[in-house]
């Protein structure tokens, strides 16, 4: 989608290996989220930035960490990772309560 | 549309029908509802809003329903056409929770030709 850019599309890990998603805007929004989509789910909020410097947990933080690098950039960290987070991965925006723009998606398959 | 699991509840219409999608909420304080469309192998794309002090809202084609007494949402397509085939997810926001947006579990639409 236009405006969010969600880097790598695909990938694979070995558990215990880390890795980190990118996520960059160009829409100037303040707020900045990361979802994880698992097959035939919803979308579950794992971390959120409400603003640039600031970053609070979703509902389910657990094995992840993130980084509001600045006003474009938030990305998602997995410091060890493990089977159960094989998911789909969207970063999204916001600019107050308006509508969030979401990335493409990142498909990460832990095995 | 709360989801089950693996298997989505899925909705299947005959293309020119309407379609009703509907959404059960959970919190009582939600000031604002959204609609989303995704479509496979995308991310989830806008569709339309409702502030919780409205009961009804039309955009193009679409039309949101608010029943806040029983917490329901719903999503009232007009003449159903191929390309509305997609999973469409109510979502649920507090302006005093951070901006989060809180999704349900999704209904599949299936439109027939």
């Known amino acids: 989608n236009a405006g969010v850019t969600q880097t790598p599309k695909f990938q694979v890990l070995k558990t215990g290996q880390s890795m980190t998603l990118q996520c960059a805007q160009d829409m100037n929004h303040n707020s900045m989220y990361w979802y994880r989509q698992d097959p035939g789910m919803g979308l579950r909020l794992i971390y959120y930035?409400?603003?640039?410097?600031?970053?609070d947990k979703g509902e389910v933080p657990n094995g992840y960490n993130v980084s509001r690098l600045n006003k474009r950039e938030f990305s998602l960290r997995l410091e060890s990772a493990a089977p159960s987070q094989t998911s789909v991965y969207f970063c999204?925006?916001?600019?107050?309560?308006?509508?969030?723009?979401f990335g493409q998606g990142t498909r990460l398959t832990v095995v | 549309g709360e989801s089950v699991g693996l298997h989505l509840p899925t909705l299947s219409v005959q293309e020119g029908d309407n379609s009703i999608i509907n959404c059960a909420y959970s919190?009582?304080?939600?000031?604002?509802f959204i609609w989303y469309k995704q479509e496979s192998g995308k991310g989830p794309q806008f569709i339309i809003d409702?502030?919780?002090?409205?009961d009804k809202r039309q955009g193009q084609r679409v039309t949101v329903l608010l029943n806040k007494t029983v917490k329901h949402l719903s999503l009232q397509i007009a003449a159903t056409q191929p390309g509305d085939s997609a999973v469409y997810f109510c979502a649920e926001g507090n302006n005093n929770a951070g901006n989060m947006l809180t999704f349900g579990g999704g209904t599949r639409l299936m439109v027939k030709p």
């Open positions: 930035s409400a603003s640039e410097g600031t970053t």
């Open positions: 999204a925006i916001r600019q107050g309560h308006t509508e969030a723009f």
């Open positions: 919190n009582s304080a939600s000031d604002y």
């Open positions: 409702i502030r919780s002090n409205m």
